[in-house]
């Protein structure tokens, strides 16, 4: 009798912790990472309670990259030839039929990468290129060394320092190959190397070589005549030229973004077109998407995901249906920001965090929110400064509770 009493208090008490540690709570979390026009700062704000959580000091003003896993964000200050990487705070883990999220402060890492004009940065499954213009090689790491406080890197030369790109893969990339005429002026093609020094096949031409993106399995790069498109096939990555469709007028992309989700690319086509493309219908897959004014910036939606917006110059933000390749909202948002001047005056940047679609507006040191499913304005955050560049990270994942 005694044995089985303590049988069962046992049981009973095994089940009561099970249930405990085994407890979840659903979170949401979105950090917006804002970087000034002139004043070297990050500034980290919660997109959700609209809170500014701290401000990062680095070297110059920058241009902010973050990874695809979220747990980085790159400030590459191009004057200052210095690359920042600041851990975003926000990680989540797989668990196959659900996702952890991890919330933590972000913080400026003590990895930094010293060169002479950095510029493109990629990054594909945690594999990272930096571009430095001034320097005759890329250098490649991985975003797990990084947050792990290893600052070790490969290199592979690119021939001679240009304005050029480089794709990471495991143990190959693909470089801009440059114009042996002019070093300074565009790229003409892209090759395939390996972290020997071996170049792998023939180069691929790309006359006019500038603007790359990714969008799942495949990378693009924008050329003159049409888009490279770059898949890995047994380990080495393969190249393969998708021309501009008949149907567009004269023209060539020279910016991309990927879209999420749904496999496309967008692209700058003229001041105030954009160009859709789906790689999947060849050279038929291009829809021209024509602007009221000039484009300023354009971004894809990752969680609703047919939809891109773009805002131009005359302070407008529009809602993009990339299947139909067409604009289905419009919203007056900001000030006209007009494109004539300087390529990099301060001018309104977009990212998209959960529901929320934000739109900086430099000259009145505010970020606007915009509710991504009505298309309404929904509220406006003040950033002291000029507030630019702007990325975001989050999501929703689950936060076990233990007892």
Known sequence: MKASLVSATTIALFMSLSASVTHAEEVSAWRLFVSDHADPKVTVIDAVDQQKLDTFQIKGPASLYRTESGETVFAVQGDAGVVSAISTGISFHDHGDHGDIE?????LLDVEFVGAKPAHFVELQGNVAQWFDGEDAARFFTERAILDGNAEVRTANVGAPHHGVAVPYQNHAVVSVPNPEDASKRPIGARIVDF???????????PGLHGSAGSGSLYALACDTGLLLVTQESGVPQIRHLPYSA???????STLIGGKGLQYFIGNYGPDRIVVVDPSQGDSGFKLVQLPTRRVHFVVDPIRTRFAYVVTEDGQLHKVDVLDGKIVQSLRLTDPYSMDGHWSDPRPRLAVAGDQVVVTDPLNGKLHLVNAESFTKADEIGVDGKPFNIVSVGGAGKVHGHE
């Open 103 to 107: 919330v933590e402060d972000a913080k």
């Open 247 to 253: 149907s567009l007028p004269e023209g060539s992309s």
């Open 196 to 206: 020997n020094g071996n170049q792998v096949g023939e180069d691929a031409a790309c």
